[in-house]
């Protein structure tokens, strides 16, 4: 009798949302979220990688910048799913929103989150690009020979880095970002109890660190670090402030595509030299994730399990599909009803 081959191990990413997570597995994304009723609600659809749709895209450098995109959008849909699944608009809207949706019509939630992402685009242009490059304008009036480029570069490249840990920390603030930035731990924590290939239970995923080096977090600091490397080799290096501005965001998707391939490196080697590399984009993400309670543990491992193996087949669903857990276990692909009643039977009895 032949034994049976082990399940090939699945490498899985995610992200916080609004009370929740998201994990997307290569096939399928799910996203989680804990109701104020304390039920967990979790949702799945399936995914298809670019890169599945048309070879080329996954080929390297092309697919860093697909894949910033892909996420990007992909990121901006789960948090509209996920503030859905909250019920957080059931509630009864007000003067103003029943005004805006008399004149906007039904599409006025894409026509908000339209506007919300262009406002967003366009803060990210000015604190990121406008910000930094008039800041180098400036100090290209000082050294106007040109011949400390790379200082301008690099000063307006710090002072660019520097905006995003303002930036971050501003955020921080905010006691809804504060949460998302537990969950945001949460996940992580859930992505290295898979790894270890552990079975996830929140006592297990808790004695993991918040920190990993697959983190968005350190992609970011990384585009920020080869930025300032690309736009000193091969940038507009003149003193007209527009053709600077543009030059650098042009070059946006070289620097997206040749960060990711080096992250990629980085997260699956553990040698001196790649742990050193990526050491503080690891350490930025102590601003962008918090220690999570036991609570936001469980929703991570219910999106993890969801997006791995399918939804639960014996949850209640909402008229939409959603599934309603009142427990993570019921996530598990292990899972039976009876089970559970066994469970309390037996703490009853003690």
Known sequence: MKDKKKPKFTDIGGQAVLEGVMMKAPDAVAVAVRRPDKTIVVHRAKYTAPSKKHKWLGWPFVRGVVNMGSMLSLGMKTLQKSTNMLGVLDEEPSRFEKWLADKLGKGVDKIVMGTAVTLAVILSIVLFFAIPEGFARLLKGVWA?????????????VLRIMILIGYIMVCALVPDVRRTFQYHGAEHKAVYNHEAKKPLTPETAQQFSTLHPRCGTSFLLLVFVISIILFTLVGYQGNVYLWRLLSRLALLPVVAGVSYEILKLLAHSNGTLARAL???????????????????????????????????????????GWAILKSYRESDPDYTPDADAESAGDQEAV
Do not use: C, F, Y
Not at 145 to 157: I, K
Not at 298 to 303: D, F, G, L, P, T
């Open 278 to 320: 990526r050491w503080p984009g690891v350490q930025l993400q102590r601003l962008t994730t918090r220690k999570p309670d036991d609570g936001m543990v469980e929703v991570a491992i219910v999106s993890m399990n969801v997006a791995l193996h399918g939804m639960p087949k014996h949850a209640e669903k909402t008229s939409e």
């Open 145 to 157: 020979d040109g011949s400390l480029n790379w200082l301008v570069n690099l000063l307006s490249g």
